[in-house]
């Protein structure tokens, strides 16, 4: 299966697996989802060790899925499963009994592993004992802990600066972890703390924090089950969230209707078979889309402007009735100045803009004119663009005309992809940490945290290639693959000094590496945590702000596995020796400890070990869910934002091109190489396209085609991809990542949260040429 490849990220390979396409499906989940989950679980983990995973996933007192953020339901839980196929795959991926020992990474260099494809290397297993790259050395030798810390503690106090090295974290890490990482980071003087968020919600939180003083969003599942419409935009939850089908059944069941906004579509927007109920077993489909708006990438801006105006239109004909003026008059700002600024626009040259006609915008329209209970969802669709936070901040715009914010079954639901990425930034790994964060942690530990703002993932790789790094740390995560630019981004690795990845498993990160490189063995959620002879838990927060426990339940496959919090704070204690006035000890044997601290640095945790111990945990502080908003410019109203529509000018052979997930994928974790619901088998290098576009450009159907990306004057390219014809709007093209990352330009940011706009990347589309790699 493995194919030749010139690294990194495998985007110049010479020959294609066996593709086969197959129809689309119009649904998701049902009998398929439940097959594909256990046979996965069952041949990495065997019946025993995976279905005793299994039955405490996601389970009060369990342990949390290390998948997506989804929340679980805050009452009664299923009896039967709490998890979906997705998460049931990542659950196979760390309950593997397969382990890569000494002997493993003796038999195979650096440049053989390199040679794989991801799938590959990721079904290799699980990491049984700390490894060490030496300088000019060719395979990852074992190497003893203390070691390990000594290596790494002794570049990190070489170096000229502590802003000379990076620490990245992914959203795996629990808040623990995080919290005892970012002290350790800032006990060591920099800022510089890259997070996936910078990658993915980074655009919702600047929006969200700037308009409606929370970086977060609204509303609780609950919500879900008494609203009358759904809006999900930009987001795909059958194959990324799919737990959310279950609670947009709820909501259909209950009467709430569904608009889908997207540019494919996705089986899980469309029809859900629930394998939960006899209903979805007999292969019965729950309609889950009442209205669907195949939006152009990047049209959201303009279908939300032609919404609201012709909702205006209709308040305009019934005043009173459509807009929520008691509460727009209490907590909105600019009002007048918005509906002069939709004044400008014609709802025809919107839709146009849109790609949607106006017959369906209308519709959409009267679905939402007399309701007031909306929540929309949205995720790296809106996100990944370079006006990600104009798009968020429109979105707020209708929730605040409506008066859809504040109130049960209404609000804004961002859907956050990785299990702890809010958690994370609530335990502080941010770059750009507030002045009175930094007092509060003075204030409890009496050292002088960095005030200096540090990098960010774009950031960081600029700075590493710009010779400002010498030392990267990764708590978990695939950076090479998760970011943009990877031939960019690996060239950076190539120039640390040393490169350090806390992993569960084997990755391509671990790959491209700096002259020393080190991977430190890690527990993973579903592993038994041991600390004083006894089983510990972790804490977690979901999507919705709930702080829940997190105990594994199986045995680590390696005795020589170290948690992420004691990585850290043994990390701390060897580089930061007597200069520490933190009490490293403390938090290393006590989870409790942490949590301790934690309550007195962060607020919203008050009685926090004693709270989360409570089945189901509880809820974060936040005002906006109540209604009440405290904005830094606006004080406690929430200002509508004028923005304009973005102007993507394509010459003729240029298309745009979006990056998804497929079905057999989480984030840059490949658990397979279909995407059952798009009807694409055995092959990951193809390019969803208009069929009439193929017809203009002179491909055909199955052509071999190289992609390029030319922003910034500079060649990029990902070769050897297949055409695949698609429903998708003119000029749109989609490929799945991280095998297009190549072509995502560094530079190509939203404005204000530094995302990389990995969802509109402007392409060439050429006949393959065949490349000889030998
Ligand atoms: S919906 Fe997300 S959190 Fe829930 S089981 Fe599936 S992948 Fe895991």
Not at 758 to 764: A, E, T, W
Request: with cysteine; hydrophobic share 35%.
């Amino acid at each position: 299966m493995s194919r030749k490849t010139d690294i990194p990220s495998e985007q110049n390979p010479e020959e294609l697996l066996d593709l086969k396409v197959t129809k689309p499906k119009s649904w998701a989940a049902g009998i398929p989802a439940v097959t594909e989950a256990l046979a996965d679980v069952l041949k990495e983990a065997g019946p025993v060790r995976g279905m005793e995973a299994l039955f405490h996933m996601n389970k009060k007192g369990g342990f949390d899925c290390s998948s997506c953020a989804w929340p679980d339901p805050d009452d009664d839980r299923s009896p039967i499963a709490e998890y979906c196929e997705n998460g049931a795959k990542a659950l196979a991926e760390e309950a593997t009994t397969k382990k890569l020992t000494g002997e493993f990474f003796a038999q195979n260099s650096v440049a053989d592993l390199a040679k794989l494809n991801d799938y590959e290397i990721g079904k290799k297993g699980r990491i049984a004992q700390p490894v060490y790259l030496p300088k000019g050395g060719t395979h990852y030798t074992p190497i003893g802990w203390d070691l390990a810390f000594k290596i790494i503690a002794d570049h990190l106090n070489a170096l000229a600066s502590p802003n000379e090295a990076t620490f990245y974290t992914s959203g795996r890490t629990s808040n623990e972890a995080s919290f005892t990482y970012q002290l350790f980071v800032r006990e060591f003087g920099t800022n510089n703390m890259p997070d996936c968020s910078n990658m993915c919600h980074e655009s919702t939180g600047v929006a969200l924090a700037e308009s409606i003083g929370i970086g977060k969003g609204t509303v609780t599942l609950n919500d879900f089950y008494d609203t009358d419409v759904i809006i999900i935009m930009g987001q795909n939850p059958g194959t990324n969230h799919p737990r959310m089908l279950t609670a947009l059944q709820k909501a259909k069941d209950n009467g709430s209707k569904i608009i889908a906004i997207n540019p494919l579509f996705e089986a899980g927007l469309m029809g859900f078979k629930n394998p939960q109920t006899v209903k979805g077993l007999m292969g019965i489909t729950t309609q889950l889309a009442d209205l669907y708006l195949q939006v152009k990438i990047n049209g959201d801006m303009a279908l939300l402007k032609a919404i609201e105006k012709l909702l205006y239109a209709a308040e305009l004909e019934k005043p009173g009735t459509v807009f929520d003026h008691q509460h727009i008059k209490n907590n909105t700002v600019g009002y007048t100045e918005f509906l002069r600024h939709l004044d400008k626009y014609k709802v025809e040259d919107l839709a146009t803009a849109a790609g949607v006609p106006v017959r369906q915008i209308q519709e959409a329209a009267d679905m939402l004119k007399n309701k007031s209970r909306i929540i929309v969802c949205w995720a790296m669709g809106i996100t990944q663009h370079t006006n990600g936070v104009a798009t968020i901040k429109e979105i707020v715009n209708l929730a605040m005309l409506k008066g859809s914010i504040g109130k049960p079954g209404a609000g804004l639901c961002p859907v956050r992809g990785h299990s702890n990425v809010q958690g994370n930034r609530t335990m502080l790994i941010y770059d750009k940490p507030f002045e009175k964060q930094l007092d509060k942690l003075k204030e409890v530990y009496g050292f002088e945290p960095p005030r200096e703002h540090g990098y960010d993932v774009v950031e960081t790789i600029n700075a590493m290639n710009e010779g400002k790094l010498k030392v990267f740390f990764a708590m978990g995560g695939n950076f090479l693959s998760a970011t943009p630019d990877t031939a960019y981004t690996a060239e950076g690795l190539r120039k640390m000094k040393l490169t350090v990845n806390v992993s569960t498993k084997l990755n391509r990160g671990h790959l491209v590496h700096g002259e020393e490189s080190i991977i430190l063995p890690t527990l993973a959620r579903s592993d038994k945590d041991v600390v004083g002879g006894e089983v510990q838990f972790i804490t977690c927060e979901n999507s919705m702000g709930v702080i829940q426990s997190s105990k594994g339940v199986l045995s680590p496959i390696s005795d020589n596995l170290m948690s992420e919090n004691k990585i850290v704070c043994e990390l701390a204690k060897v580089t930061l020796g007597s200069k520490s006035v933190v009490n490293w000890d403390r938090f290393a044997k006590s989870y409790d400890a942490v949590r301790d601290d934690i309550e007195k640095v962060i607020p919203g945790f008050d009685d926090y070990n004693e709270r989360v111990r409570k089945p189901g945990g509880f809820y974060l502080p936040n005002a906006a869910r109540e209604g009440k908003f405290e904005t830094k410019e606006f004080g406690n109203k929430v200002p509508f934002t004028i923005s304009e529509l973005p102007d993507h000018k394509l010459a003729v052979d240029e298309y745009i091109m979006t990056t998804i997930r497929s079905h057999d994928q989480f984030n840059t974790t490949i658990y397979g190489l279909n995407d059952r619901y798009r009807g694409i088998h055995n092959e990951r290098r193809i390019i969803f396209m208009n069929r009439n576009d193929i017809q203009k450009a002179g491909f055909k159907e199955g052509e071999k085609v190289d992609l390029f990306n030319y922003h910034g004057d500079k060649e990029r390219v990902a070769r050897l991809f297949v055409i695949i014809p698609y429903n998708i709007p003119e000029g749109n093209t989609a490929t799945y990542y991280p095998e297009t990352n190549v072509l995502v330009p560094i530079d190509s940011v939203a404005e204000k949260s530094n995302t990389p706009t990995s969802k509109l990347v402007i392409i060439k589309i050429k006949k393959h040429v065949p490349q000889n790699l030998n």
